[in-house]
């Protein structure tokens, strides 16, 4: 299945951008029998998964953690150096200004607008740039991002000018054209299997390179966002930026060879992402399942009064793992004294433990054994 996606072509400026063919081309798109064993191992586990989230009590706060997990995948691809561990504490209002942490939490606020407008917006080229938009507006790159719009001037991947870039990408023109037909394959949903259209959507989107700033993360955004729309998953709860940031340089060669026609190599590399991730996933969804029951025993155990407020902040906890006495008074309505007993009985059953030993004050307490699950 490899195919020209497109060429390099000497520009008036003297240097060459790769100016994608029509896309998608016709009738090429035969997969060998060892892809389609792949695919099909790769479905097999997306439904398993499915099924999983679907016994998942609170699975809503459930995907805050598998949201911002992939969030600090797909930010550290692009150079941010905050950890997801940084992120929740400036999102729970416990850490000192981190910029880098911001670009974890746009990446957030940007999936979570995506998933929410393709309820009832069509995936298009607007939606692509509204996403953009959510992602840039505010993050460190919007004095040259330009969010929410596709560029109108050229660009380049890597080196100090276009003539010793690693890839310069179509003049803007071209780059109209090829968007339009990108609009088009999106939309194509019965002429090719769905997890290899969206392996293609992300591979042509990133060769597009239509935004200034962002189209790495715009790029991943896609592959969540498309195995929602075209049902694999009811929730968000599959992404591949963890394998990507994990195998980076792979990832890189793969889009590259994609670029030079290998686009069987990038599928099949896109298809391990999906099959590693999926895996990774329903391990994760047991652990989740196991230590919650064990911890909702040790709450039930207490009086009345006690588990039913217990019950409700451990709940919480599932998408907020790190908590001030403030956050437990929002949750609660308890007064300070009420939030600060909850903590403490939560220490005594070992479920919270006090997170910056040496604070005085602003002290922040965390559901270590929940964070880890997402740190391993």
Known sequence: MNIEIGKNIKQPQGFEAFVPNPFPPKGVFTMPPKTLVKIAEADRLIGKLDGITHTLPDVDFFLNMFVAKDATSSSQIEGTQASMVEAIEKDAGVAANMNDADDILYYIKALNY???????????????????????????????ADPGQFRASQNWISGVSPAKASLVPPPVEDMKRSLGDL???????????????????????????????????????????????????ERPVLFLSSYFKRHQKVYYSCLNGYHH????????????????TANESIAISKQIRELRDKDMMKIQALGKRESG??????????????????????????TRAGAQKIIDRFIKLGILSLRNKKALYDKSYVYSAYLNIFLK
Do not use: Y
């Not at 407008?117 to 004095?143: C, N, Q, W, Y």
């Not at 999106?186 to 200034?212: G, K, N, S």
């Not at 686009?263 to 590693?276: A, K, N, Q, R, S």
């Not at 407020?309 to 308890?334: A, C």
């Open 114 to 144: 995506g998933i929410k407008r393709l309820k009832d917006f069509p995936l298009s080229l607007r939606l692509i740039r509204e996403t953009h938009e959510k992602l840039m507006v505010g993050a460190r790159a919007t004095h040259f």
């Open 261 to 276: 026609g290998e686009t069987l190599g990038w599928v099949e590399f896109f298809l391990d992402g999906v099959i590693d």
């Open 309 to 334: 407020s217990g019950i409700l902040v451990l709940s919480r906890l599932f998408g907020n793992p790190i908590v001030t006495t403030k956050t437990i008074m929002d949750w609660t309505g308890f």
């Open 183 to 233: 609009e088009h394959f999106l939309h194509d949903e019965e002429d090719i299997l769905p997890l290899v259209h969206i392996a293609l959507v992300h591979a042509q989107f990133e060769t597009i390179h239509p935004f200034l700033d962002g189209n790495g993360r715009v790029g991943r955004l896609l592959v969540t966002m498309l195995l929602c729309h075209r049902n694999l998953l």
